[in-house]
C-alpha cells in the first residue's frame, strides 16, 4: 500500500519538501486535512487522520460501507481546488459493487478512490463507524452506533507445513495483521464450523466479533448482515425489536402477551404460583422463553432476514421477570428482604437462556437490576432518560404495578419502588380495564353541568361528537383504563365532585343525575352503557392509595437528596405516556413542577435496551451508575409511611404546587373545603 | 481476632518492648519466626509469616486441613522452650472434628490452637496448600500440588433491606474480604441455584472456583470433597485417573477400548469413514464421549464418590482424538497440509464436550496440539518428561501408529511426528497382535542353537521353564507384539540369522530348522504352535520401514539442533514401556545413547494430562512450551527421505553407536557382512 503520510503528523526534515508536493486532502465534516502521496486510497488517507470511515471487508471493495462524495469546485476557505480529475475515476471493483447493490451518483467507494491532486472529501453520516443515533423526542439524548458485535472480513493466510499452525490461529493472525485486534477467544461451536467456512470462502471469511474479546462466528466469504434484538420483557408484554447492528435502523417490531399471565395477572401472584407449586418458576420460565424465541421467529419473518444473522440481543424486564427469563426461582423476591439472587449486568450465550431462533452464538446481554423491586427494566429508564447525566434534578417514574422512582442528576442518583397496586393499570377497579381498544382513556367533566365526555383507544372523536358512536361502533366502550380513571378523578376534583379528602360529594346529587348514590358512599355515572361505567368511591380510594405511594416514594427520595423542588419530571412506561401530566398533577400523583417540563418518555425501558444493543458503552455506563445508585427501600423508611398518609388526599390543597396553580385554575389552599363551599368557591371562579 | 505482630515485619518504635514480651513461635520446616500476642491462632501466625497452612473452612474448625504438630522440648537452635502448656489445651471445636473425621493424637487444628508461650510448630506434608507429588520414577520431576479449582467456605452476610444488594454480590463480597479473590465471574448455573445454597447453609456455602476467575459451583454449609479426571484419549484406549483435588492422590482408574475403533482401527481409517460417511464425525464423538461419561461413572463408583463432586477434567489426545472429542470434523487431519482446527489450548465447558457424568459446572481443559501430527498428548508428554527444563539434550519418544518426537533441551525444543505406521502396534505382521494376554512380548534367541525362548504377557515364565505350558493355559500364546518382535529382529540379527540389509540368510536354514524357506525369502519360526509363529521377511520389512521412520525423525531433529550425540533418551507409550532399550537400539529404532540413560516413561501423555489436573501453573507452563516449540513436518523435508532410506538398514553398520558397541556384543562394523562370515565372526566372540 502507498505510504500514507499525515501533514499534521510532523514528519521531520528531509521529507518536508517530497511533502509540499504531494497532494492534499481535505475531509469534511470534520475538517480533518492532510498531504499523501499520489494514488493514495482516499480510506487510507482518512483512517491515517483518524477520520471515522467505515468498513467491514478491510478496504476490498466488498461492503460498500466507506462511500464517500467529492466535493468538486475551489474552495478559498481550504485553499484547494478540488478538481474532478484530481481523484481517479470509478474502476470496475466500484462498478461491479454499484450494479449489485446500488450506489447514489457522483459516490465513491473510498477503498478505490485513489488520491491524483487536491480534493474535498465529504463523508456523508451514513459512511460513519461512530454514526448518531438521532433519537425522536427532543429532550432524549441523541447516541452513537457501538454494537458490541462487529463483523470483520478476513484474507487468512493458508496452511503451510513448513510452519504448522492451526487454522483459528492464522484466522487470530489475520484479525491482528488486518484489524489490529488481538488476544481473542473463540466460541468451540465457532471452531466446528471454521475449517469447512475457511476453504469454502477459498481463505477468505467473515467473524463477528464480541466486544473485541471472543470471536462469536464465521461465514466463508464476505458477509454484512448482522442484527440484534432488544427485548422488554414485561410482565404483561413481551416486546422485541429488530435492528440491524451498523446502521441502527429498526427492521421490525413485534409484542405478545407474556404468556406467564396465566399463571397469575400480576407479579406477586406469579411469586405465589411458585411457592404453592413446586417447579412453577421453570413452567414460567419455559413459558417466557418460549414467547421471546417466537418473537424472534416473528420479527426475523417480517424483516425477510435469517435468525442465524441475529447476533445480539438486549434484555430488560423488572426483577421476577429478570429471574425468570434467567431460570432463577424468584421466591425470594416475593417477601422480606427482596433479595435478588444477583443485581449485577450479565453477559452470556442466548443457548443459555435456551433460545433458539437467534444465531446459536449470539450473545445475550441482561442489564442489571438496582434492588429487590428495581430492575433492569428501570436500568434501561435510566439508560434511556439520562439523569444520570443531567444537571437538572430529573424525576423519573415508571409506573406499572410498582412504580420505579429514581431521582437525581450528574452528581447524585437514588432509586426506590413504591408499591402503587394495579389500580393504575385498571385493576381492582369497578369498570376497570387494561388500555385496549374501547377503554375510556380521556375525559372531561363540564363543572358547569357535571356532565361528562371521554375518548377511547382507538378514536379521536371525544364522546359529544356526532359521529364518535359510528367511529366506535367496532371496539364500543368496554370500560376504563388507567390514564382514564386519573383523568376522570381530577375532572370530578375540579369540578367539585370530589373532595380534596377524596369523598364524593354526595350534596351534588341533587345537581346532576351523574352523582348517584352507591351503598353508604356516592358514585359518579361517567357512562350511560352498555355497559354503563361508574367511578365509585371504591374506585376513588384505590387510585388515592395508588397515588399516595408514588407521591410518597417521590417525596421521600427528595427528602433524602434535601430538596423541595424539581426541575425536570419523566413519566415512562405505557401508563405514564397515556396519562395527561396536568391532571395527574392535579390528583396529586407527581410533585409540582413547570408543566413545560413534564414530559412522557414512552417505553424508556425498552429505549434502554435498544441503546444497550446499539451501543457497547453504555453497558458499561449503566452497569457503573446502577453500582453508584443509592438503593432506598421503601418497606422500611419511616418517612414513606408519613409521606404516604399526608399524600392520600389532594396535595395542593397541604404542599404548594405554585406551577401547577398557575397552569390550573385550582380550588384555593386551605383547609379541607367543604363540598358546598368548595363547589361555590369555583364555581365563582369559573 | 488478636493482632498478629510479625517480628520480622519491622514493627517500629513504641510496641517493639511490647513485641519483646510477645510469645515466639518457630514453624518447621520452613524456620519462619515472628513474635505475636498471646491468644493468637496459630494458623494466623502462619499466615502473617508466609507459611503454608491449608485451609477450606477459613479457620473455622471444620475442614481440619490446617493441622499441625507442637514439638516440645527445648530447642537450643532456636532458643526456644517449647513446654506443652505454651499453646492452649485442645478445645470443644478439636474435640468435635477429631470424634466426626478421626485425627492422630498429639496434632491440633491450627486455627484453634492459641499461642500461650513459645512454641516451635511443625507443619506436617499434607497439611501445606502447595503439597509436592511425589513420582515414583527417579528421572520424573515431583510436582506441586496447585489445583484450577479451590473450594473456599464462606460466611455470607445476609440481605439488607437498608442496603439492598444481590446474593451474588455478597457472596463475592465474603470471597473478597474472607479469602482476597476478587473480580469473579459467576456461571449462571450457579447463579440458579445459590439463593437455595445460601438459606439451606444458613448464609454459610462452599464455593469453587476456576482458576480464581469464575465461580463454578456452591454448596450449603462446609463441603470439602473437589474431585478431577485426567482423562488420555488414545486412539485404542481411553484412560481416566479420578483424583482428589486437594491431596493429589489417584482415588480410582479405570480405561476401556476407544468405541471408535467401529469406524477403523487406526487414526486414517477413521479419517476415511468420515470422508466416506457424512456426519461420521458426529457418530465418532458421541461415541467417544459416551465411553469417557461411563468412565467418568465408573470411576466415581469404585471410589465411592459422588460424579457431582467431580469439578475438573484434563484432556489429552492425539489431533484426531482432539478433534473429535471436541465435535470437530477431523477430515482436514487426512491429508496435506494437515491443517489443525486449531493448536491453542482450550478451556471450557464439560458439559460442551457433552459428558454429563460430572458436575454441570465443571470446567474441562483440552492441553494444546504442537502441530497436524504431534498432538496434546506429546504436549502431556512434554509436560510429564520436562525436556524443556532439562540441561541435556533428551529425546522423547512416543510411538504408537505415528511416533511423536521431541529433541532439545531447555534452550530449544524441536518436534516432529514420524510415520511409522501400525507395525510396531503388531498390525501388517503375520503373526502379529495387540499387546494383550498371550502375546509373546519378549524373545531370546541362543546363537548356538538358533533356538528360541519367549514370555508371554500374562506370565513372568520364560517358554523354556518347565511350568510354562500349565502357566499360561489360560492364555495361551496367540501371537507376538510389538515389543515381541523388535526383540525378536534384534535377537535374529545377533544370532546372525538377519543379515544387516535386514534380509533373513536362507543360509541358516542348513544350520536350524527354525530357519526356513517361505516361498521365495525365508522366515524364521519362532514358536510351533498352535498357532505356528513365524517372523517372515515381510514381517521384518514392515519393522524395517517402522523403525526406519522414527530413526530419521530422531535424526532429522538431531540435524536441526546440529548435534550428533543425546544425553537422555525417553521412551514413552506403552510400546514404549514394554521394548527393551538394548534390542531396539541393537535394531536401530534409537540413535546411540548410553543405555544408563535411556528410560522408558510408561504413558507420560496421561501422567501429564494428570500434572495439569493438578497444577494450573502447568497448563500455562505448556502452552507457552508449545508455542516456541519448532514445529517439523517429515514430509516436506528432504533430509527426512534420506536418513528414511539409510536407517532401513541396521544402523550401527553405518553409525557409530559407542555406547550401544559397549554393552552389546555386536558383529562388527564395516561392509555389509555376509551371512557366513558375519555369523562366523560373531560365533568367534560369543
Not at 450528574?410 to 374501547?438: H, V
Not at 401547577?660 to 361555590?680: D, F, Q, T
Request: proline share 5%.
Amino acid at each position: 500500500m502507498p505510504t500514507a503520510t499525515a501533514a499534521n503528523a510532523g514528519a521531520a526534515g528531509s521529507s518536508a519538501s517530497v511533502m509540499a508536493e504531494q497532494p492534499r486532502v481535505v475531509f469534511t465534516p470534520s475538517g480533518r486535512r492532510g498531504r499523501f502521496a499520489p494514488g493514495t486510497p482516499i480510506l487510507d488517507a482518512a483512517r491515517s487522520l483518524g477520520v471515522d470511515i467505515d468498513s467491514v471487508c478491510g478496504g476490498r471493495g466488498l461492503c460498500g460501507r466507506c462511500q464517500v462524495d467529492q466535493s468538486t469546485g475551489t474552495f478559498s476557505k481550504h485553499d484547494i481546488d478540488s478538481r474532478p480529475e484530481n481523484l481517479s475515476p470509478g474502476n470496475a471493483i466500484e462498478a461491479r459493487y454499484a450494479k449489485k447493490k446500488g450506489m447514489q451518483v457522483g459516490r465513491r467507494l473510498s477503498c478505490q478512490a485513489l488520491l491524483q491532486g487536491d480534493v474535498v472529501i465529504d463523508v456523508p453520516p451514513e459512511s460513519q463507524v461512530h454514526k448518531q443515533v438521532v433519537r425522536k423526542r427532543a429532550e432524549a439524548r441523541d447516541f452513537e452506533i457501538d454494537p458490541a458485535i462487529r463483523l470483520h472480513y478476513l484474507e487468512v493466510r493458508e496452511p503451510d507445513m513448513a510452519s504448522p499452525s492451526g487454522d483459528l490461529e492464522r484466522v487470530l493472525e489475520a484479525l491482528k495483521e488486518q484489524w489490529g485486534i488481538e488476544d481473542l477467544e473463540c466460541d468451540l461451536r465457532v471452531l466446528q464450523g471454521l475449517q469447512k467456512a475457511l476453504r469454502q470462502g477459498d481463505w477468505k471469511i467473515t467473524v463477528a466479533v464480541h466486544r473485541g474479546q471472543v470471536l462469536t462466528t464465521a461465514w466463508p466469504g464476505f458477509h454484512d448482515r448482522a442484527y440484534g434484538v432488544a427485548v422488554d420483557v414485561g410482565s404483561t408484554t413481551i416486546a422485541v425489536h429488530l435492528c440491524n447492528l451498523s446502521s441502527g435502523e429498526i427492521l421490525a417490531s413485534a409484542g405478545r402477551m407474556n404468556p406467564q399471565i396465566r399463571f397469575g395477572e400480576d407479579l406477586m401472584s406469579r411469586v405465589s404460583y411458585v411457592m404453592m407449586h413446586p417447579g412453577g418458576d421453570e413452567e414460567m420460565t419455559v413459558a417466557v422463553r418460549g414467547a421471546i424465541d417466537a418473537l424472534f421467529a416473528e420479527v426475523a419473518g417480517e424483516a425477510g432476514i435469517d435468525p442465524d444473522d441475529i447476533l445480539n440481543a438486549v434484555f430488560v424486564g423488572n426483577p421476577v421477570m429478570h429471574h425468570l427469563l434467567l431460570g432463577i426461582d424468584p421466591t425470594e423476591l416475593g417477601g422480606a428482604p427482596f433479595a435478588l439472587a444477583a443485581n449485577s449486568a450479565m453477559t452470556l450465550w442466548a443457548t443459555e437462556l435456551g433460545l433458539s431462533k437467534i444465531n446459536r452464538n449470539a450473545r445475550a446481554y441482561v442489564l442489571p437490576c438496582i434492588a429487590g423491586h428495581v430492575g433492569a427494566d428501570t436500568a434501561g429508564v435510566i439508560l434511556s432518560e439520562n439523569p444520570h447525566l443531567s444537571s437538572e434534578i430529573m424525576l423519573v417514574v415508571d409506573v406499572g404495578t410498582n412504580a420505579e422512582i429514581v431521582l437525581g442528576n450528574k452528581d447524585r442518583l437514588l432509586a426506590c419502588s413504591s408499591p402503587t397496586g394495579p389500580a393504575f393499570e385498571g385493576a381492582q377497579i369497578t369498570s376497570g380495564q387494561r388500555a385496549a381498544p374501547g377503554a375510556i382513556e380521556r375525559v372531561r367533566i363540564d363543572p358547569a353541568t357535571l356532565e361528562p365526555r371521554f375518548k377511547v383507544i382507538g378514536s379521536d372523536l371525544w364522546s359529544d361528537d356526532p359521529n364518535f358512536a359510528s367511529e366506535t361502533q367496532k371496539t364500543g366502550v368496554t370500560g376504563i383504563c388507567g390514564s382514564g380513571i386519573v383523568e376522570a378523578l381530577a375532572e370530578m376534583y375540579l369540578a367539585g365532585i370530589l373532595k380534596a379528602d377524596g369523598s364524593v360529594d354526595g350534596a351534588m346529587a341533587t345537581r346532576s343525575p351523574r352523582v348517584r348514590e352507591d351503598g353508604r358512599t356516592f358514585a359518579y355515572h361517567l357512562h350511560d352503557g352498555p355497559p354503563e361505567i361508574f367511578i365509585t368511591q371504591t374506585d376513588v380510594r384505590a387510585i388515592q392509595l395508588a397515588k399516595a405511594a408514588l407521591y410518597a416514594g417521590a417525596r421521600l427520595l427528595m427528602d433524602r437528596l434535601g430538596i423541595e423542588t424539581l426541575d425536570r419530571i419523566v413519566l415512562a412506561g405505557a401508563f405514564g405516556s397515556h396519562i395527561d401530566v396536568k391532571h395527574a398533577m392535579v390528583l396529586g400523583m407527581i410533585p409540582d413542577c413547570d408543566l413545560q417540563k413534564v414530559s412522557s418518555a414512552g417505553n424508556a425501558a425498552g429505549s434502554g435496551a435498544l441503546i444497550a444493543l446499539l451501543n457497547q458503552k453504555a453497558r458499561d455506563d449503566i452497569e457503573a451508575v446502577v453500582r453508584r445508585v443509592e438503593k432506598i427501600e421503601t418497606a422500611v423508611e419511616p418517612r414513606f409511611q408519613e409521606h404516604f398518609v399526608g399524600a392520600m388526599g389532594i396535595p395542593h390543597k397541604s404542599a404548594p404546587f405554585p406551577h401547577l396553580s398557575a397552569a390550573v385554575a385550582l380550588p384555593p389552599r386551605g383547609g379541607v373545603a367543604s363540598g358546598e363551599s368548595g363547589r361555590r368557591r369555583r364555581r365563582n371562579r369559573v
